[in-house]
C-alpha cells in the first residue's frame, strides 16, 4: 500500500512539474514578445521545459475533428487560434498550407487545434459555428473559409449570418443541422471550456503554439516554424 501511494505521488508531482514548466515556458513568450494580452504579430520567443514528455493538452484521438495528420506522429503542433484574430488568419493562409505539405502530409507532425474566445462573443460564436462544421468533417474547411476572408490587422465581423455562409463556403453538406448546431449548448460549454482552460495556462495571446517541450507565440515566417518543429522531431528521436 505504501509503495501504491508512493507511485501515486510520484506521477502527481511530475504532472505538477510539467504545468509548472510549461507556464514557464508561456511566460518567457509573453514577455518577450512584448505585446499584451492580444493577438501577437510580433517575432514570439521559444523556451525549454524542464520535462520533455508530451503535455497532457496533447489529444492524440483518432476521431478528433480539430486534428489534422497521422495520431502517430513524431511530434504534435498544439495551436491556439481565435477565428477573429487578424494573425490567425495571417498563420492559416501563409504558413500551415507549407506545413501540410512539408510536416503533416510526410507524417512528421499532427496538427491539433484549440480555440479561444480573446474578442467577445463573437469569437466564442465562432469557436461554436467551427465545432459545428467539425460535426460534419468540416472543421478546417470552416477555419479557412473565415481566415481567407478576414481584414488586415482588423478582428473579422462574425454575425450568425455570416458564420452560416462560412457553412455553406467550406462545403458543410447539411446546412439545416449546421444552423441547429450553432444553438447546441454541448458545443457551446465545449468552447467554453477550451477558453478557460487555456486562460488557466497562461495562454493569452494568439496564435500561439506548442510542440514537444517548446513555445512559439505569433504568426512567425516559415523558416521560424521549421526551426521549431525540426528541432522537436529530432528531439522525439
Known amino acids: 500500500m505504501k509503495r501504491t501511494r508512493r507511485r501515486r505521488y510520484r506521477r502527481i508531482a ?80 501563409d504558413t500551415l498550407p507549407v506545413l501540410l505539405r512539408e510536416y503533416v502530409d510526410t507524417g512528421k507532425v499532427r496538427i491539433e487545434v484549440h480555440d479561444v474566445a480573446y474578442f467577445g462573443e463573437q469569437s466564442e460564436n465562432a469557436a461554436v459555428a467551427a465545432r459545428a462544421a467539425g460535426n460534419q468533417g468540416k472543421f478546417f474547411a470552416y477555419l479557412s473559409a473565415v481566415y481567407e476572408e478576414a481584414p488586415d490587422g482588423k478582428h473579422a465581423d462574425l454575425p450568425r449570418e455570416r458564420l452560416i455562409d462560412f457553412a455553406r463556403q467550406a462545403g458543410v453538406p447539411d446546412i439545416s443541422r449546421f444552423t441547429a448546431d450553432l444553438d447546441d449548448t454541448g458545443l457551446r460549454a465545449a468552447a467554453q471550456a477550451s477558453n478557460t482552460k487555456a486562460a488557466q495556462l497562461g495562454v493569452t495571446s494568439v496564435p500561439f503554439f506548442v510542440a514537444g517541450d517548446r513555445a512559439l507565440a505569433g504568426a512567425q515566417p516559415i523558416s521560424v516554424f521549421r526551426e521549431f518543429l525540426d528541432a522537436a522531431i529530432a528531439k522525439a528521436g
Open 14 to 93: 511530475v504532472v505538477a512539474a510539467t504545468l509548472v514548466a510549461f507556464l514557464g515556458v508561456v511566460l518567457t513568450a509573453q514577455l518577450t514578445s512584448g505585446r499584451g494580452p492580444v493577438a501577437t504579430p510580433s517575432p514570439g520567443a521559444s523556451g525549454a521545459a524542464s520535462d520533455t514528455r508530451e503535455f497532457t493538452l496533447v489529444r492524440r484521438d483518432q476521431s478528433d475533428p480539430m486534428a489534422l495528420g497521422d495520431v502517430d506522429a513524431p511530434v504534435v503542433l498544439v495551436e491556439w487560434t481565435d477565428m477573429r484574430c487578424p494573425y490567425c488568419a495571417v498563420f492559416s493562409r
